[in-house]
Antibody, heavy 122, light 108 residues
């Protein structure tokens, strides 16, 4: 079955960087766009970014544009989120999620990982 | 940018039917996805598209849309349905996704 396993979270000071990874299995990774969605403690869901199945298109939320960068390695079935210039308001559980469309953007989230916690604090 | 609005909390008696709504301009152009999240767990897709249930989702869950309002209906709510429910859709003017603020469903 589909499995998404995030890693790389932790405690980081404001202004520093962190890279998250999401290891995928159980489906043909290079056929699906992938998203990151985050959830601040006690708050709702916030979409962060999406990358197309082949990595050629990337879209970001206004709150992370210019600071976060998405990439993927289809040979390793892995998704990455490089987070720079981190702010306290970036503190959240970060989930990776599989898009519902086969080689197109469906903008829905068929499967989710269990998430990794990022805490930005001095 | 677009917004999706949900009631913060809804309650339903065990075995009764409940409707959770989501309102926003983007829903006039795009279908909502509905996500169930239980405490300490990741969200899970329960309805997407016109009214499609992923494999394993009970048929008591259904979705509908009227104008700019999407609805998730649970017919015969069970205790295990108690959770937070989020709607999400593509933003009507950007290549982004927007979520509603979530509805906390209590099954009495």
């Amino acid at each position: 079955q589909v499995q998404l396993v995030e890693s790389g979270g932790g405690v980081v000071q404001p202004g520093r960087s962190l890279r998250l990874s999401c290891a995928a299995s159980g489906f043909t990774f290079n056929n699906y766009a992938m998203h990151w969605v985050r959830q601040a403690p006690g708050k709702g869901l916030e979409w962060v970014a999406v990358i197309s199945y082949d990595g050629s298109n990337k879209f970001y939320s206004d709150s992370v544009k210019g600071r976060f960068t998405l990439s993927r390695d289809n040979s390793k079935n892995t998704l990455y989120l490089q987070m720079n210039s981190l702010r306290p308001e970036d503190t959240a559980v970060y989930y990776c999620a599989q898009d519902g469309g086969l080689r197109y953007f469906d903008w829905s989230f068929d499967h989710w990982g269990q998430g990794t916690l990022v805490t930005v604090s001095s | 940018s677009s917004e999706l609005t949900q009631d913060p909390a809804v309650s339903v008696a065990l075995g009764q039917t409940v409707r959770i709504t989501c309102q926003g301009d983007s829903l006039g152009n795009y279908y909502a996805g509905w996500y169930q999240q239980k405490p300490g767990q990741a969200p899970m897709l329960v309805i997407y598209g016109r009214n499609i249930r992923p494999s394993g989702i009970p048929d008591r869950f259904s979705g509908s849309r009227s104008g700019s309002t999407a609805s998730l209906t649970i017919a015969g709510a069970q205790a295990e349905d108690e959770a937070d429910y989020y709607c999400g859709s593509r933003d009507s003017s950007k290549n982004q996704v927007i979520f509603g603020g979530g509805t906390k469903l209590t099954v009495l």
